[in-house]
Nanobody
Framework: QVQLVESGGGLVQAGGSLRLSCAAS????????MAWFRQSPGKEREFVAA????????KYVGSVKGRFTISRDNDKNTVYLQMNSLKPEDTAVYYC???????????????WGQGTQVTVSS
């Protein structure tokens, strides 16, 4: 099992930046595909980005390509989401997710964090 704890959310003006972190417990972090999802009030949870176990491959939803970057540090058991040029429509609770085998865009990941709020003001 792995436990995930997100941090780094907050309030930022449009055009600003935030970096989210997700710290994972356990010694097998490098065996997990990691992903970020987000959910706004009244909307379904949405895939944002995913990164392979080694970090060599990444996926993004179209609306964040060129603005967000997912990365991981397997020595620190941490995955990051660097968010630049933020827009009000990026406002959501952001969740970290992990799975040993699944590397896709749906929410079939086995493990989830509690979420961190990101609010972008216009």
């Amino acid at each position: 099992q792995v436990q995930l704890v997100e941090s780094g959310g907050g309030l930022v003006q449009a055009g600003g930046s935030l970096r989210l972190s997700c710290a994972a417990s356990g010694r097998t972090f490098r065996n997990y595909v990691m992903a970020w999802f987000r959910q706004s009030p009244g909307k379904e949870r949405e895939f944002v980005a995913a990164i392979s176990r080694s970090g060599s491959n990444t996926k993004y939803v179209g609306s964040v390509k060129g603005r967000f970057t997912i990365s991981r540090d397997n020595d620190k058991n941490t995955v990051y989401l660097q968010m630049n040029s933020l827009k009000p429509e990026d406002t959501a609770v952001y969740y970290c997710a992990a799975d040993q085998t699944y590397y896709g865009l749906s929410d079939n990941y086995d493990y989830w964090g509690q979420g961190t709020q990101v609010t972008v003001s216009s």
